[in-house]
């Protein structure tokens, strides 16, 4: 069997998530190489992107190279993944989940009784400062995780928010952050995707027992509540499922851009029941209003 060809982005954290399951692989007996991937506006494909159904900001250069056969499996952040993969393309593993939550890098926490200024990309993370922090500024912060550090460090911004997953897989959290127990996260965060062509067996197989079933369950439901709402990978939604013994803990949430409209929801169910539960609290969310928000979104987004 030759070695599997792993795809990945060319960042320091895409490569530290392809090495990892490049390793897990290998404990299992399995060869692999790395063949990053960096995005291409020229793809030189027949059929149009969206025909195949490739949507992803962050995973389209590797959604086009599985499709050409370029590479076996790729490795993505899946909460960077929209809720519907590419024709062909098939859910192989669900890696064990890191810390799900954000974390807030700062230079001093006084800011937060006053006046401050803080900057993130997310709009889903900047509508939950804005619902908490009203008079706060928020600043567009956007690139790799060295780079929003580094500007972090040369603006005059209080704080920034990062996945807490994102700086602890790459050794790079700060003495000076805490974690932001109250802020939802984004579907998926911290868990790790692999993807690969469905008729692709023998990779399939391959990736099998890398899969955390505890994991997949909880995703499918905040990916399930996501794709319900119809909201894209930057609407202002975030949801989070846990397993506690028996009982699957969900929250979710629905914001306008400027956080001063907030739908919220909290249930539990039995985790043999898991099915629909994320489609049932996405339908609450609709109900109490969020159908109107979504439409005004949507013309937005």
């Known amino acids: 069997m030759k070695p599997l060809v792993i795809g990945t982005r060319d960042s320091e954290l895409a490569l530290w998530q392809a090495k990892t399951v490049q390793l897990q692989l290998k404990n299992n007996g399995v060869d692999s190489v790395l063949h990053p991937v960096k995005s291409s506006g020229d793809l030189n494909l027949d059929v149009p992107l969206y025909e195949m159904g490739i949507t992803g900001i962050f995973t389209k250069s590797l959604d086009v190279a599985l499709i050409k056969k370029e590479i076996d499996l790729a490795v993505h952040s899946m909460k960077d993944v929209p809720t519907q993969l590419p024709k062909t393309i098939v859910q192989a593993a669900v890696l064990n989940r890191a810390n799900p939550y954000d974390i807030l890098v700062h230079k001093g926490l006084d ?85 690969s062509n469905e008729k692709n067996t023998q990779v399939l197989n391959a990736l099998k027992p890398l899969n955390d079933k ?88």
């Open 111 to 195: 800011f937060l009784d006053g006046k401050g200024h803080i900057a993130t990309g997310s709009l889903r993370r900047k509508a939950q400062w804005l619902n908490r922090y009203p008079n706060h500024e928020v600043s567009n912060l956007r690139g790799n995780v060295n780079t929003r550090l580094k500007k972090l460090k040369n603006n005059d911004w209080n704080a920034a928010i990062f996945a807490a997953a994102g700086l602890g897989r790459i050794q790079l959290t700060p003495k000076n952050s805490q974690i932001i127990n109250w802020m939802i996260p984004a579907p998926a965060q911290g868990a790790m995707l692999v993807v």
């Open 214 to 301: 505890t994991t997949e369950i909880c995703v499918s439901i905040e990916r399930s509540f996501l794709r319900t709402l119809e909201g894209g990978c930057t609407a202002p939604i975030g949801a989070l499922a846990q397993v506690n013994e028996n009982d699957i803990h969900f929250e979710g949430v629905l914001l306008s851009l400027d956080g001063k409209q907030r739908f919220y929801i909290k249930k539990k169910c039995k985790i043999n029941n898991y099915k629909g539960f994320g489609e049932c609290c996405a339908q609450e969310i609709l109900n109490q209003g969020g159908d109107k928000l979504m439409d005004k979104l949507r013309q937005i987004l």
